[in-house]
């Protein structure tokens, strides 16, 4: 397997009024092609910042963030769209659904975004990923006409239909009950077996990460091996 995204030295600071947040201290990682990870730790830890320098929507104060071989930092703005358009997918614990779309129209959306697709192919691509998640009969109904576990499907769908190398969900499970969360975990790790795509998503929750190929643990904005997060956390 290759390396498909790596931080090293990695810092992320934030000004707030006359202070600055450390959100990240030399972090450093390095996620293989189609792994499926857990970036794990407590509220505040700085997973969430992870995922956002992984994703293209911020850049680290200081060390170097590759993804896809491509150092963030350096990418201007056009390069950066391209990016996450091209190589990678979000899901977001709060599922950001359009709720003027109906779940066919939401998962088509990244396709219109990314250009290059005719009516009919976009079409083939949104029915077999609404398929694939188990909605076929829903594709007419809006997003508050779907349960919790139906949007986040949507929501996986619509992350995948770009056919991206990388999958970011930022706590995919938090608003849904522990069964349909499980669901869900088991739906993406079988996506993640069938098709390769690198999974990387956050979590604090223990029942979640058991399903992780591998698990990165993060306390006060740094990885910790695994012998230190147990005793940080006795």
Do not use: W
Request: proline share 3%; hydrophobic share 40%; aromatic share 4%.
């Amino acid at each position: 397997m290759s390396t498909i995204v790596e931080m090293q030295g990695v810092r992320k600071d934030y000004p707030l009024g006359k202070t600055v947040v450390h959100a990240l201290r030399q972090v450093d990682l390095e996620i293989e092609a189609g792994e499926f990870t857990a970036i794990a730790g407590p509220s505040g830890s700085g997973k969430t910042t992870v995922l956002n320098l992984i994703g293209c929507i911020d850049v680290p104060s200081d060390g170097v963030v590759r993804v896809a071989g491509h150092e963030t930092a350096k990418l201007k703005d056009r390069a950066l769209t391209q990016l996450r358009l091209h190589t990678l997918g979000f899901i977001f614990q709060n599922f950001n659904l359009i709720g003027v779309l109906n779940l066919y129209q939401n998962v088509e959306f990244p396709l219109l975004l990314q250009g290059g697709l005719g009516k009919a192919e976009r079409r083939q691509r949104v029915l077999e990923m609404v398929d694939k998640v188990g909605l076929t009969d829903q594709l007419k109904q809006r997003p508050t006409e779907l349960s919790g576990g139906q949007r986040q499907r949507v929501a996986i769908a619509r992350a995948l239909v770009t056919r991206p190398k990388i999958v970011l969900a930022d706590e995919p499970t938090a608003n849904l009950d522990s069964k349909t969360g499980y669901s869900i975990i088991e739906l993406m790790k079988e996506i993640n077996h069938q098709d390769n795509t690198t999974f990387i998503f956050s979590t604090h929750d223990q029942k979640v990460m058991e399903h992780a190929d591998r698990v990165i643990e993060l306390i006060d904005g740094m990885t910790v091996a695994a012998e230190q997060a147990e005793s940080a956390s006795a």
